[in-house]
């Protein structure tokens, strides 16, 4: 595609649910981020795949958070048992190295 | 997580004025980029720049990349409405392969008609 796709933008959760969140790279990008953005805040890391591979998930806050990317292409980010504090908007990035880093539009997580 | 300090925080500007901001860190980055993010948007790359001393242009954004390599700066000259949003700087250390982006709290930044 033209660009990085989420889906959905908004989602509600009450707390204790599970969510999924996805991320459509741009098509060839190798590279792909997660990161949460709190409101007022900069974008903070999550986690990170190369392909398949999850190279880096030092950003994640607690083991509720869980990200997978088996095909190399497509990632899921999933949040069981959500809490308040994990509201937020999750934005992903995709790239093809050197800097090149684009974002997607996010996904803003309201848990209540 | 670690983050840039970023400066300032937020600006009020008449249309037409020139804007300046910029961003320091205590580690060095082999890359800076600029983003700006509107709201409900995710961030949209304005500008990166790679080498220490680096001055790139585009349009009417100027980046620069800090000689020590611990900082950068960004103009927009001759604002207009359009310009209004938040500008977040992001430092990488680009090494064998790609590092997770830190960035700053952002500069808001609000025009004046």
């Known amino acids: 595609g033209a660009g990085v796709s989420q889906s959905p933008r908004y989602k509600v959760a009450k707390r204790g649910q599970d969510v999924a969140l996805r991320c459509d790279p741009i098509s060839g990008h190798v590279s792909l981020f997660w990161y949460q953005q709190a409101l007022g805040q900069g974008p903070e890391f999550l986690t990170y795949?190369?392909?398949?591979?999850?190279?880096?998930k030092s950003g994640l806050p607690s083991d509720r958070f869980f990200a997978e990317r088996p095909e190399g292409s497509v990632s899921t980010l999933k949040i069981q048992r959500t809490q308040q504090e994990d509201s937020a908007v999750y934005l992903c990035a995709s790239s093809l190295g050197q800097g090149w880093v684009f974002f997607g539009p996010g996904t803003r997580l309201t848990v209540l | 997580g670690q983050q840039l300090n970023q400066s300032p925080q937020s600006m009020f500007i008449q249309e037409g004025e020139d804007v300046s901001m910029n961003c320091t860190s205590s580690s060095i980055f082999n890359t800076w980029l600029w983003y700006k993010q509107d709201p409900g948007e995710g961030p949209v790359l304005l500008i990166a720049?790679?080498?220490?001393?680096e001055l790139t242009s585009n349009g009417r954004l100027t980046a620069q990349f800090g000689i020590t390599r611990k900082d950068s700066f960004l103009n927009i000259s001759a604002s207009i409405p359009s310009d209004v949003g938040i500008y977040f700087c992001a430092g990488l250390l680009y090494l064998t392969g790609n590092t997770p982006l830190v960035f700053g709290k952002g500069t808001r930044l609000s025009v004046i008609a």
């Open positions: 720049l790679y080498k220490a001393g």
């Open positions: 795949f190369q392909n398949e591979a999850q190279l880096d």
